[in-house]
Protein backbone atom coordinates (compact mmCIF):
# COMPACT_ATOMS: atom_id res chain seq x y z
CA UNK A 1 0.00 0.00 0.00
CA UNK A 2 1.09 3.42 -0.59
CA UNK A 3 -0.17 6.89 1.10
CA UNK A 4 0.94 10.56 1.46
CA UNK A 5 0.68 13.05 4.03
CA UNK A 6 1.06 16.52 3.46
CA UNK A 7 1.25 18.23 6.93
CA UNK A 8 -0.66 21.52 7.23
CA UNK A 9 -3.63 22.45 4.17
CA UNK A 10 -2.63 26.35 4.58
CA UNK A 11 1.18 27.35 4.70
CA UNK A 12 1.32 31.40 4.50
CA UNK A 13 4.97 33.10 4.15
CA UNK A 14 6.25 36.81 3.51
CA UNK A 15 7.54 37.52 -0.05
CA UNK A 16 11.49 36.79 -0.03
CA UNK A 17 10.39 34.37 2.68
CA UNK A 18 11.67 30.65 2.84
CA UNK A 19 8.95 28.22 1.65
CA UNK A 20 9.05 24.60 3.33
CA UNK A 21 5.90 22.58 2.51
CA UNK A 22 6.16 19.13 4.06
CA UNK A 23 5.38 15.63 2.43
CA UNK A 24 5.49 12.28 4.37
CA UNK A 25 5.11 9.08 2.36
CA UNK A 26 4.13 5.59 3.19
CA UNK A 27 5.54 2.85 0.31
CA UNK A 28 6.37 -0.71 0.67
CA UNK A 29 8.86 -0.67 -2.25
CA UNK A 30 11.11 2.33 -3.11
CA UNK A 31 8.86 4.81 -4.55
CA UNK A 32 8.73 7.53 -7.43
CA UNK A 33 7.81 10.90 -5.34
CA UNK A 34 6.33 13.59 -7.44
CA UNK A 35 5.46 17.27 -6.86
CA UNK A 36 2.73 18.99 -8.54
CA UNK A 37 1.33 22.66 -8.10
CA UNK A 38 -2.30 23.96 -9.17
CA UNK A 39 -2.91 27.37 -10.24
CA UNK A 40 -6.44 28.81 -9.96
CA UNK A 41 -9.03 27.24 -12.23
CA UNK A 42 -6.30 25.22 -13.80
CA UNK A 43 -4.91 21.69 -13.58
CA UNK A 44 -2.17 19.84 -12.06
CA UNK A 45 1.72 20.72 -13.43
CA UNK A 46 4.74 18.78 -12.69
CA UNK A 47 7.21 20.75 -10.45
CA UNK A 48 9.64 17.87 -10.10
CA UNK A 49 10.20 14.28 -9.50
CA UNK A 50 12.18 11.55 -7.85
CA UNK A 51 13.26 8.57 -9.63
CA UNK A 52 16.23 7.54 -6.93
CA UNK A 53 18.82 9.27 -9.46
CA UNK A 54 19.52 11.61 -6.97
CA UNK A 55 18.12 12.48 -3.62
CA UNK A 56 18.40 16.52 -4.34
CA UNK A 57 16.04 17.08 -7.02
CA UNK A 58 15.59 20.30 -8.41
CA UNK A 59 12.29 21.49 -10.11
CA UNK A 60 11.08 24.02 -12.33
CA UNK A 61 10.44 27.91 -10.90
CA UNK A 62 13.36 27.55 -8.25
CA UNK A 63 11.54 24.80 -6.14
CA UNK A 64 13.72 21.33 -4.82
CA UNK A 65 12.81 18.65 -2.68
CA UNK A 66 15.12 15.97 -0.71
CA UNK A 67 14.31 12.90 -0.58
CA UNK A 68 15.32 10.76 3.20
CA UNK A 69 14.38 7.11 2.88
CA UNK A 70 15.09 7.28 6.69
CA UNK A 71 12.48 10.01 7.39
CA UNK A 72 10.25 8.84 4.90
CA UNK A 73 10.39 12.23 3.39
CA UNK A 74 10.08 14.63 0.70
CA UNK A 75 9.65 17.98 1.65
CA UNK A 76 9.54 21.07 -0.96
CA UNK A 77 11.62 24.04 -0.47
CA UNK A 78 11.82 27.29 -2.28
CA UNK A 79 14.76 29.92 -0.89
CA UNK A 80 12.74 32.91 -1.74
CA UNK A 81 9.01 33.01 -2.24
CA UNK A 82 7.22 35.08 -4.98
CA UNK A 83 3.90 36.62 -4.98
CA UNK A 84 3.51 34.12 -8.13
CA UNK A 85 4.23 31.20 -5.91
CA UNK A 86 0.78 31.48 -4.46
CA UNK A 87 -0.99 28.13 -5.47
CA UNK A 88 -1.79 24.64 -4.25
CA UNK A 89 0.55 22.28 -3.82
CA UNK A 90 0.36 18.09 -4.30
CA UNK A 91 2.56 15.56 -3.36
CA UNK A 92 2.17 12.38 -4.91
CA UNK A 93 3.67 9.06 -5.13
CA UNK A 94 3.70 5.93 -6.78
CA UNK A 95 5.18 2.33 -6.29
CA UNK A 96 5.89 1.28 -9.88
CA UNK A 97 5.29 2.64 -13.20
CA UNK A 98 3.04 0.54 -15.00
CA UNK A 99 -0.05 -0.22 -13.99
CA UNK A 100 -0.12 1.78 -10.32
CA UNK A 101 -1.36 4.91 -10.51
CA UNK A 102 -0.51 7.97 -8.28
CA UNK A 103 -1.66 8.62 -4.98
CA UNK A 104 -1.94 12.12 -3.76
CA UNK A 105 -2.06 13.51 -0.61
CA UNK A 106 -4.47 16.15 0.56
CA UNK A 107 -2.64 18.88 -0.95
CA UNK A 108 -1.26 22.71 0.95
CA UNK A 109 -2.45 26.02 -0.32
CA UNK A 110 0.07 28.64 -0.45
CA UNK A 111 -0.33 32.30 0.52
CA UNK A 112 2.37 34.57 -0.44
CA UNK A 113 2.13 37.86 1.61
CA UNK A 114 3.11 41.16 0.23
CA UNK B 1 0.37 20.21 -28.73
CA UNK B 2 -3.32 20.46 -27.20
CA UNK B 3 -2.14 17.95 -24.16
CA UNK B 4 -5.02 16.74 -22.56
CA UNK B 5 -8.56 18.33 -23.68
CA UNK B 6 -11.38 18.26 -21.39
CA UNK B 7 -15.03 19.04 -22.11
CA UNK B 8 -17.55 20.65 -20.73
CA UNK B 9 -15.42 23.18 -18.42
CA UNK B 10 -18.53 23.72 -16.33
CA UNK B 11 -21.44 22.10 -15.98
CA UNK B 12 -24.88 21.27 -13.88
CA UNK B 13 -27.45 18.69 -13.45
CA UNK B 14 -30.04 17.57 -11.50
CA UNK B 15 -30.24 14.98 -9.77
CA UNK B 16 -30.81 11.79 -11.74
CA UNK B 17 -29.62 13.40 -14.71
CA UNK B 18 -26.52 11.73 -16.75
CA UNK B 19 -24.28 13.21 -18.97
CA UNK B 20 -20.74 12.14 -20.04
CA UNK B 21 -17.58 14.01 -19.90
CA UNK B 22 -15.16 13.92 -22.48
CA UNK B 23 -11.48 13.59 -22.25
CA UNK B 24 -8.75 13.70 -25.07
CA UNK B 25 -5.08 13.42 -25.30
CA UNK B 26 -2.76 13.95 -28.90
CA UNK B 27 0.23 12.37 -27.03
CA UNK B 28 0.00 8.89 -28.20
CA UNK B 29 -0.05 7.73 -24.18
CA UNK B 30 -1.26 4.16 -23.46
CA UNK B 31 -2.05 5.22 -19.49
CA UNK B 32 -5.10 7.63 -19.46
CA UNK B 33 -6.91 8.05 -16.37
CA UNK B 34 -10.00 10.37 -14.23
CA UNK B 35 -9.37 11.68 -10.60
CA UNK B 36 -12.01 13.56 -8.79
CA UNK B 37 -10.70 16.56 -6.57
CA UNK B 38 -12.40 17.56 -3.64
CA UNK B 39 -11.30 20.06 -0.53
CA UNK B 40 -9.31 19.00 1.50
CA UNK B 41 -9.16 14.98 0.29
CA UNK B 42 -6.69 16.04 -2.48
CA UNK B 43 -7.53 13.85 -6.29
CA UNK B 44 -8.93 10.49 -5.60
CA UNK B 45 -8.44 7.95 -8.83
CA UNK B 46 -11.82 6.85 -9.79
CA UNK B 47 -11.10 4.79 -13.23
CA UNK B 48 -7.84 4.16 -15.30
CA UNK B 49 -6.98 2.11 -18.78
CA UNK B 50 -3.90 1.10 -19.82
CA UNK B 51 -4.98 0.97 -23.75
CA UNK B 52 -7.92 0.71 -25.57
CA UNK B 53 -10.14 -2.20 -24.77
CA UNK B 54 -9.11 -2.57 -21.25
CA UNK B 55 -10.15 -0.17 -17.87
CA UNK B 56 -9.82 -0.77 -14.15
CA UNK B 57 -11.46 0.84 -11.13
CA UNK B 58 -9.81 3.19 -9.27
CA UNK B 59 -10.51 3.93 -5.56
CA UNK B 60 -13.59 5.56 -5.84
CA UNK B 61 -15.53 3.94 -8.83
CA UNK B 62 -18.83 3.71 -7.73
CA UNK B 63 -21.28 5.55 -10.06
CA UNK B 64 -19.24 6.08 -12.56
CA UNK B 65 -18.34 4.27 -15.93
CA UNK B 66 -15.85 4.31 -18.46
CA UNK B 67 -14.83 3.37 -21.83
CA UNK B 68 -11.95 3.40 -24.03
CA UNK B 69 -12.34 2.72 -27.82
CA UNK B 70 -9.36 4.79 -29.11
CA UNK B 71 -6.21 5.95 -27.62
CA UNK B 72 -7.08 8.95 -27.78
CA UNK B 73 -10.16 9.20 -26.17
CA UNK B 74 -11.29 8.34 -22.69
CA UNK B 75 -14.85 9.36 -21.55
CA UNK B 76 -16.51 9.17 -17.96
CA UNK B 77 -20.02 8.87 -17.59
CA UNK B 78 -22.08 9.16 -14.94
CA UNK B 79 -25.18 7.30 -15.05
CA UNK B 80 -27.12 8.96 -12.78
CA UNK B 81 -25.72 11.92 -10.73
CA UNK B 82 -25.88 12.66 -7.64
CA UNK B 83 -25.12 15.61 -5.27
CA UNK B 84 -22.42 13.84 -3.59
CA UNK B 85 -20.82 13.42 -7.15
CA UNK B 86 -20.39 17.52 -7.31
CA UNK B 87 -16.39 17.91 -7.47
CA UNK B 88 -14.08 18.92 -10.12
CA UNK B 89 -12.99 16.34 -11.83
CA UNK B 90 -9.72 16.05 -13.53
CA UNK B 91 -8.45 13.59 -16.82
CA UNK B 92 -4.50 12.46 -16.40
CA UNK B 93 -2.37 10.63 -19.41
CA UNK B 94 0.58 9.27 -19.05
CA UNK B 95 3.01 6.78 -21.00
CA UNK B 96 2.62 3.26 -19.87
CA UNK B 97 6.62 2.20 -19.46
CA UNK B 98 9.35 3.80 -19.10
CA UNK B 99 10.59 5.73 -21.84
CA UNK B 100 14.94 6.34 -21.76
CA UNK B 101 16.45 8.00 -19.29
CA UNK B 102 12.87 8.79 -17.69
CA UNK B 103 11.65 5.89 -15.43
CA UNK B 104 8.88 7.30 -14.38
CA UNK B 105 6.26 8.83 -16.86
CA UNK B 106 4.88 11.96 -15.38
CA UNK B 107 1.24 12.43 -16.10
CA UNK B 108 -0.06 15.35 -17.61
CA UNK B 109 -3.60 16.61 -16.32
CA UNK B 110 -6.33 18.89 -18.13
CA UNK B 111 -7.67 21.79 -16.65
CA UNK B 112 -10.39 19.91 -15.27
CA UNK B 113 -14.43 19.98 -15.49
CA UNK B 114 -16.39 21.90 -12.66
CA UNK B 115 -19.56 19.81 -12.27
CA UNK B 116 -22.59 20.83 -9.40
CA UNK B 117 -25.27 18.64 -8.85
CA UNK B 118 -28.52 20.23 -7.58
Known amino acids: AQSVTQLGSHVSVSEGALVLLRCNYS??????LFWYVQYPNQGLQLLLK??????LVKGINGFEAEFKKSETSFHLTKPSAHMSDAAEYFC????????????FGSGTRLQVQP | NAGVTQTPKFQVLKTGQSMTLQCAQD?????MSWYRQDPGMGLRLIHYSVGAGITDQGEVPNGYNVSRSTTEDFPLRLLSAAPSQTSVYFC?????????????????FGDGTRLSIL
Open chain 2, 92 to 108: ASRLLFPASGDPSPPQH
Open chain 1, 92 to 103: AVSMDTGRRALT
Open chain 1, 50 to 55: YTSAAT
Open chain 1, 27 to 32: SSVPPY
Open chain 2, 27 to 31: MNHEY
